[in-house]
């Protein structure tokens, strides 16, 4: 496992399979070729040891290597066979049906169903590797396959014993007394119920999620078996189906939570039951109960099911059959002939084709509830295997593996009568002599060091042990391990192996069992009964025990103790007075029910130390005592020589055998604290002699840490490999194991091995010597430290071992620091609660310090090597030992973190050191043993003081190294603000510098005296300080490296600081010159821009605007001044470019040209003879000596140079600084230009224009390049803001565009008409007032009427008559409307009036404007409500009413900038102000005046002179009444009747002979209308007649012919009178001073 050779642990050679749907599936995930060497456990090598991520998988064959990486990392996704697709495959027209369906939560493509992912792996892994994958499995609370389907049909399926063997987990049922603890076992052979669930037909509902569901409630996501909603579970299976899975279900002790009340195993058999009936016969006979899902039966499934009920115990039928073929079906589930034919009771028949999953989850949890614990039997899967074999199945425990099993009981014989005893008996080499022999060693390393001589005594008495050893004989057992370790058969030495692991860990636990139970008897005597004590109880603490996390796997006492072993009164170490003590301090324990279901001991979770448990048994057995008996065995023929067989001399070949298939190697006895010298040498160097002598650099990892930090667990997690679990103190050593470095990996580490050491047992109790337990683990500790390259400081979270192990830990850090170089050190927290926290910060602060002084006592060469102690949480499981409990979500992850930061620790390995080879390795192990053993250190190894005082003086320091920090912050902050307080004098480089020198000196002088103030502090420190004055030299040297790095990192930290803090103030400064620059440019842009807009009404697009920017663009650049670059010369990039370019033209022998380039050039280019080849030169020689050819070359060289000068233009433009790809990019153009001319000419005319241009381009691209080199930052930051201002420059023409046209909108909507309604609203009113002022015919109604009929008779037209007298309404306000007409035709003050009126409201507006601005700024997320109240201002100071319907709607409700609007509209305001009074004072059409004019002149008008409405009702003369409301009405004018067309008030013309009748119409009006009056006394007179009497004599046969009758007869006097009389008649009516 931990070194991958080519020869692997697999089985025997299989046949190849036939060819078939199975073949193809490996053949897909590229298994195929494991069908005959299976993958073994030193696969994970590769697969996942040294993956620092967790890689999604991209085609099929990717899936086993994910599932198994995955699965170490106990990651939930293990099963997913989801791979990530490959963008840049064209199709899938090659793919099968399943490839192309799509899943995966959208990320991926499910190719394969999940089972046959696990079950293909399963199929190609050995035993090993599957037992391995199962309990990984099993903590992933996935199901395990319990039968494995053959890839060949025709072969039996396989039953997997094995690989359950080493699922171990922890429960309570609830019959189990409080006293006895938490059960814990081996799943394999420990009895409980088992039901198996079979499917029979085509069901409705997955059989796999109702499973779910019944193992882990309703409400619990937990998925153990794949079902079809997962990924991949919907496709087909094409390799599983035949697959049997089991999973389990594992109380807590929690009744109310609790689904089951003892521990269940669930089978599932994949696929219909009726093609796999010998795995359903297993099923049937093996298991307590068979629950069947049925579907639609068919005559063989129903025969096939009667079988099932007289093989089980317990059927249990659940009908899944669809009701309509139900009716179909001729043998129906439900038919009432078969359901007595079964003879099941009510209870045992489910009916659930109308539930959903949930529901018959529900339904069948209930009935097993109801059928445990007493009506199932309990049953084992090792009796389940052995009825596989009687039935026809395979079992995977093979001859080798039973002879394994025989031999491990036969070396084993004995050890039931105890552990002590068999020990003593069969490993006398543990016992007391190694531990006397290596007291007596360090006796005399102590007294050679001090340079005493070697004590007689203690080399008698090393001799008399040597003497009793010498007659050392292997003991039975050790012959038959060591024989069985000998074997060839490397695949039955790998069983023994485990077998004995797992039996000597399954009689552990029998062990505790039983000691618990004798425990809590004779607790229970001690006390009296707990029952009568209860209430005591309630109120006791229970102080012995410290939180744990939830997967302790072994119950424990106290801490220091963890593993509980059993109590015999054959065993007499333990006297009655020890365990009444162990008793009184754990008869305070009171059980409870916690709150995540579990039961807990005043607070304390199931899995935690139980109060009531045993004390722990200190001679407890595990394979690492065989191993260490095996080295002692080969020590003691060193000391004794001639005493080893030849097996003997063999076993170091054996143990570096071991070591290379991933067996730990002790180096050394943590009991004895002895190191085997010999052993450890000579297995070295058979390491040194099979490995290549070109790969043995080395590199050492450790892992430090307490017996309950689970060491040996966590680098299982991180790289596979196994240690010895010491679930309390089983093993205490130092072992090591060697993993061989990658390819990869070997140049980053500079290594080829590397050694994994696990400390095992710190802290713990000692079998052998308890006294000496404090200097034991010291020694084990600072042997550990002294040989690593990279720590792991592994931080259990029992608080109560803290300080222990704290000091331990700080000891040997101190101690190696002292001896040697201090490795790097890394922290792994196993929680984040508040201890842990303070753990870690602790030994973070100390292992920084130290590592610090370390690094400043190397070499100068070495001392830039910067390590960081990185502090990684990951939170378990280490040793999942129970099922119920889910791992963390973050613990993939975690564990991939803590792996890289090793990796980052041996990676700065590195740099700081050369990795040492075997030799040397083995070198530096026998100096740091010579150190512990003479104690050549100032911290002695029973100190228990030191580490906590020189922990205060770390805090301490810290606290002293913040507040330096403080200060040191504080002055920086001065510091940058003098610099900023330069503001423009920065750019000034001589400024700059002077300041940053005077910086510099302050800030040297500033650290120094921080520095000085923190020694004082340090020595005051430690001349108090009682113990740390002791040894002032060493702690002195370690708090001074650490000020002088604090010191030479403060420094240039400062200095970087204030270069970068110049360099941003010079940046920021001339960022802040060059937006001023852009944004005056585009401020004149915008400007023009917004009044092309304006005056156009067109909106430019982006594409127009992006130009625009442009232009202001380039014109800010090129007024913009950079800072001049100081020494920084191109000609050196622009020759080694030109140099490449002639290296690949083939133009070696030109090179020496290049020197010219960088001279300054007096000449243009000359084209010379020798540029041309000799026969080119003879051929044109006779012609015109050559100069035709001369002048094309020419030519072609002049174009060649104008385009290299448009070149240099176009890239001058550019605001960016030079490149090397310039002169590339030119280079290019030169050679395309002249493979485009047909000459005959040579390279040297290639390479002369070039070096030519590039001389030139030389000093072009010099000045750009001096232009922006030292503003390269900021020039790359502009270039990048490029975008942003482009993007700023549209938004302010959009917004100050949209602000105008708003205005726009706003003066036109409203303002205009408001203006106008302002001015035209009082017009007409104002014409009629002129017109009345100076016409007095509009004084009165009679005046009017007067004016009337004076106008008419002077105008002597007949058609106006009649329309007089037949419309007088409409004649009066035609009349009207002429005057109208004619007077505006001749006025001239109405422009002068209307301009006075647009001032007023022009004020008014602008008084409102004013107003809404006093109180308002800046930019308005909506302008509409301002507006609303400016036409309200306006509504009230102008008395107009203002139309506010348009600002309703999106157009008014934007963000602007109130101030620019305001802008914009006074601005428009004033325009409409001049385009009015321009319009005033031009000629106006009436008619368009007229009509713009709310209230018309001639209304008004003819409502003053409009008079009575009513008419005579004779003669329709109007009533000249002007009193308002009188009743009388009366007219001063009667009409003639032959005036008047025929009705039914006057008789017919022709009728009328009587000139005084035709006068006389009215003369009865009174009597026949009381409310008219006449106007006349005397109907003689004359008065008024005379107007109509004209009128009618004038147009007598007019009036006939228009009223169609006979002419009046007229008299003539009539005849004579004239038109003055008419006139005259008048004035005589209507009251004088009315006429007009």
Known sequence: MSVKLSKRLSSKKKKPPKDNAQTEILQKLGLEAYNTTPLDPASILDISTWTLEDKAPLELKDLPNAFLRRLWLLSQDARSPCCKPRHDIPNNDNKSPEEKLNGCEGEGLCAINSLDLVTSVFMSANSFLQQEMTVRMVQCQFAVPLVLPKIDPVEPSHFLLWPLRSVLSQWRPHSLDTNKGVQQGNLASTSMPMVSCVKLGRCSVSKSQVLNHVLNGLKSHRQIFVHRGMDGGQLPRRLSNGLVEIGWYLPCGDIDKDIFPVPVVISNLRGDASTHEKCLKLLCQASSAVVVFCGDLREKEKQLLLSCKNMASKLILIDLTDAEMKEKSTVGFVDQNLKEL?????????????????????????????????????????????????????????????????????????????????????????????????????????????????????????????????????????????????????????????????????????????????????????????????????????????????????????????????????EKHSSDEEISHQISDDQSCHVDSGENGTLRCKGKHLDQPDCTSAPP???????????????????????????????????????????????????MDGDASNIPMCWLGCVFAELKRRLPQDQLRTRVLTNLGAYHARNAEVFSALFGVKFSESKGRLCKGVYMVALCVPDDLKEEMECDFLFIIDVEGLCSVSVDNTKNVWTHDNEMATFATGLSDVLLQNISPHSDEFETTF???????????????????????????????????????????????????????????????????????????????????????????????????????????????????????????????????????????????????????????????????????????????????????????????????????????????????????????????????????????????????????????????????????????????????????????????????????????????????????????????????????VTDTLRQNLISRGFQKHMKKLDTIGQNQTSGFQVYDEHFGYRSRLKHMFEDNNRQQRLEAQQTASKIIDEYNHFVADKCSIPADFTCSYIVELLENIEKSLNEKSMDIRSAFEVDLKLYICNAACQDFQKLHDRFSKDRQLLTLISASK????????????????????????????????????????????????????????????????????????????????????????????????????????????????????????????????????????????????????????????????????????????????????????????????????????????????????????????????????????????????ELGHEIHKTLLHRPKSMLPYDSHSLPSSNIKDPQEISMTCKDLHSLHPNWSNSYDDPNSQKGSNYWRYVLARFNKRFAEEFNQEPAIIPEEWRKITQEEALDSLKEVFPKGEGC
């Open 807 to 1133: 000091t331990v830990t700080v000891n040997a850090l101190l101690r190696t620091k002292e001896h040697g170089s201090l490795p790097i050190c890394q922290l792994l927290a196993q929680d984040e609660g508040l201890n842990s926290k303070l753990q870690t910060s602790q030994l973070s602060r100390i292992s920084e310090m130290l590592q610090t002084e370390s690094e400043y006592s190397e070499n100068a060469d070495n001392q830039n090597v910067k390590t960081t102690v990185c502090t990684t949480c990951v939170k378990g499981p280490w040793s999942n030992m129970s099922v119920f409990e889910l791992v963390d979500t973050q613990y993939s992850k975690a564990v991939l973190k803590l792996k890289e930061n090793l990796f980052e620790g041996l990676k700065s390995c590195a740099a700081k050191s050369t990795a040492s080879g075997l030799p040397e390795f083995m070198a530096h192990l026998c100096s740091v043993w010579d150190a512990v053993k003479s104690e050549s250190f100032s911290i002695g190894l029973k100190d228990t003081d030191i580490a906590l005082a020189f922990s205060l003086l770390c805090t301490e320091y810290s606290r002293w190294e913040g507040s330096f920090l403080e200060n040191m912050e504080s002055w920086l902050r001065r510091a940058s603000m003098k610099i900023c307080a330069t503001k423009a004098k920065a750019l000034d480089a001589a400024v700059e510098n002077d300041l940053l020198d005077e910086l510099k000196n302050e800030a040297q002088e500033e650290v120094k005296s921080e520095i000085n103030k923190m020694e004082s502090k340090v020595n005051t420190y430690l001349m108090e300080d009682d113990l740390l004055k002791m040894d002032t030299k060493l702690f002195r040297a370690i708090l001074m490296s650490n000020m002088v790095k604090l010191q030479n990192q403060m420094l240039e930290e400062i200095v970087q600081k204030l270069k970068a803090i110049t360099e941003n103030h010079c940046s920021l400064t001339q960022l802040n010159k060059f937006e001023s620059l852009l944004e005056e440019q585009q401020e004149f842009k915008l400007l023009a821009l917004v009044e092309t807009s304006k005056s156009t009404k067109i909106l430019l697009k982006d594409s127009e605007l992006e130009e625009e920017f442009e232009d202001v663009w380039s014109k800010t650049f090129s007024n913009f001044n950079f800072r001049p670059s100081e020494t920084d010369d191109i000609t050196a990039a």
């Open 1283 to 1522: 975008s942003k201002y482009l993007a700023e420059f549209i938004y302010y023409f959009r917004k100050r565009d949209q602000c105008q046209r708003m205005a726009q909108a706003f003066t036109s909507m409203v303002i205009k008409p408001t203006v106008l309604d302002y001015i035209n609203g009082p017009l007409g009113m104002h014409i009629a007032e002129e017109i009345k002022d100076k016409a007095i015919q509009y004084q009165s109604p009679q005046a009017f009427h007067q004016s009337l009929l004076e106008e008419l008779i002077k105008e002597d037209h007949f058609e106006s008559f009649v329309e007089y007298l037949l419309t007088y309404d409409d004649f009066r306000l035609r009349k009207i409307q002429e005057t109208v007409v004619a007077h505006l035709s001749e006025s001239t003050s109405l422009g002068k009036w209307k301009q006075q009126r647009l001032g007023e409201i022009v004020g008014k507006v602008a008084s409102a404007v004013s107003q809404i601005t006093e109180d308002t700024n800046g930019p308005l997320s909506d302008t509409k409500p301002l507006l609303e109240r400016m036409c309200l201002i306006l509504e009230r100071d102008a008395d107009v009413d203002v139309t506010r319907d348009s600002l309703n709607g999106p157009l008014f409700s934007i963000t602007t900038e109130w101030d620019r609007f305001v802008k914009c509209l006074m601005e428009l305001l004033a325009t409409l102000r001049l385009d009015l009074v321009q319009e005033f004072s031009q000629n106006v059409d009436i008619t368009e005046l007229l009509n713009c004019v709310p209230v018309q002149p001639h209304d008004c008008l003819f409502k003053r002179v409009k008079g009575c409405d009513k008419q005579c009702p004779l003669c329709r003369a109007p009533c000249e009444e002007e």
């Open 342 to 570: 079964m003879e099941l009771p009510e209870e045992s028949v489910l009916p659930g084709s109308n539930l959903t999953e949930e529901e018959v989850a529900d339904k069948l949890s209930k009935i097993l509830k109801g059928l445990l614990p007493d009506r199932l039997k309990f049953v084992t899967l090792e009796a389940a295997a052995k009825l596989a074999l009687e039935i026809g199945l395979s079992v995977d425990e093979g001859p080798v593996c039973k002879k394994v099993m025989a031999t491990v009981d036969e070396m084993l014989k004995g050890l039931d009568e105890g552990s002590a005893e068999f020990r003593m008996k069969q490993l006398p080499l543990q016992g007391p002599f190694w531990s006397k022999l290596a007291e007596l060693d360090k006796e005399e390393s102590k007294q050679r060091k001090e340079g005493k001589e070697i004590d007689p005594q203690l080399q008698k008495e090393k001799k008399d042990i040597m003497v009793q050893l010498s007659s050392y004989k292997m003991t039975p057992a050790m012959k038959i391990f060591t024989d069985a370790l000998f074997t060839k058969d490397k695949i039955e030495r790998t069983y023994f192996l485990t077998w004995l692991k797992l039996r000597l860990h399954l009689m552990l636990i029998e062990k505790q069992k039983s000691s618990q139970e004798s425990f809590a008897m004779l607790q229970t005597e001690k006390t009296g009964g707990m029952s009568e004590h209860l209430e005591e109880l309630e109120h006791g603490d229970c102080n012995s025990v410290a939180d744990s996390d939830s997967f302790c796997s072994v119950s424990t006492t106290d801490e220091k103790t963890e593993e509980q072993p059993e109590l015999q009164a054959s």
């Open 617 to 667: 048994d200190l001679t407890s057995l595990a394979v690492e005592h065989f191993l260490r008996e095996m080295g002692l065995i080969f020590e003691l023929t060193h000391i004794s020589p001639g005493s080893g067989s030849q097996n003997v001399l063999g076993l170091p070949s054996l143990a570096t055998d071991l070591l290379l298939y991933g067996v730990p190697l002790e180096l």
